[in-house]
T-cell receptor
Framework: GAGVSQSPSNKVTEKGKDVELRCDPI?????LYWYRQSLGQGLEFLIY????????KSGLPSDRFSAERTGGSVSTLTIQRTQQEDSAVYLC????????????????FGDGTRLSIL | AQKITQTQPGMFVQEKEAVTLDCTYD???????LFWYKQPSSGEMIFLIY??????QNATEGRYSLNFQKARKSANLVISASQLGDSAMYFC????????????FGSGTRLQVQP
């Protein structure tokens, strides 16, 4: 399909383990975002990539969280030494901002990865 | 400080009636965009409608329209002729031109459409 693809769709792991979540954005989209949604809550910004610019990491909750985007396309969000409070749905979104970064461009979301820490 | 406030945690509406979901926002930017997303129980986030701060007309997309009152910093979503499939969480979000390009979301409103 042509939408944002995330994998895995579900991940259950033990406290203290590392996890990697993958996001494959819509082809041609220059911007990629990671959000976290805890049960019954709104979305919390984590990190944003735009083209070759340095990522905006201001939403990452701790240094256990990191993300990279390779070749301007696929992104991986890594959580080290997972804690129970990391349990949430992790959503990836992409958009085409281009030069000037048009405000009106909507973000298109993947179906998310549901992460459960035992 | 809360940038996006949705004061209605839950709303009920009868099928075929109209419903308004409230959203107020806080920004010092002159240029910003407001978005509404729908999240059904299946979890995907579906983009519904966009309103730019400089747009003179209220945005409309099919049965969705925005009641945008810039001076009051409100951007309420109006759904006309509600359908059972409209039952979902609805999120208001903002992106500021001078701030980060990610969206800031409200806490959402759960809408239930009753037959």
């Amino acid at each position: 399909g042509a939408g944002v693809s995330q994998s895995p769709s579900n991940k259950v792991t033990e406290k203290g383990k590392d996890v990697e979540l993958r996001c494959d954005p819509i082809s041609g989209h220059t911007a990629l975002y990671w959000y976290r949604q805890s049960l019954g809550q709104g979305l919390e910004f984590l990190i944003y990539f735009q083209g070759n610019s340095a990522p905006d990491k201001s939403g990452l909750p701790s240094d256990r969280f990191s993300a990279e985007r390779t070749g301007g396309s696929v992104s991986t969000l890594t959580i080290q030494r997972t804690q129970q409070e990391d349990s949430a749905v992790y959503l990836c979104a992409s958009s085409f901002l281009g030069t000037g970064g048009r405000l009106s461009q909507p973000q298109h979301f993947g179906d998310g990865t549901r992460l459960s820490i035992l | 400080a809360q940038k996006i406030t949705q004061t209605q945690p839950g709303m009920f509406v009868q099928e075929k009636e109209a419903v308004t979901l409230d959203c107020t926002y806080d920004t010092s930017d002159q240029s910003y965009g407001l978005f509404w997303y729908k999240q059904p129980s299946s979890g995907e986030m579906i983009f519904l409608i966009y309103q730019g701060s400089y747009d003179e007309q209220n945005a409309t997309e099919g049965r969705y329209s925005l009641n945008f009152q810039k001076a009051r910093k409100s951007a309420n979503l109006v759904i006309s002729a509600s359908q059972l499939g409209d039952s979902a969480m609805y999120f208001c979000a903002m992106r500021e031109d001078m701030g980060r390009r990610a969206l800031t979301f409200g806490s959402g409103t759960r809408l239930q459409v009753q037959p």
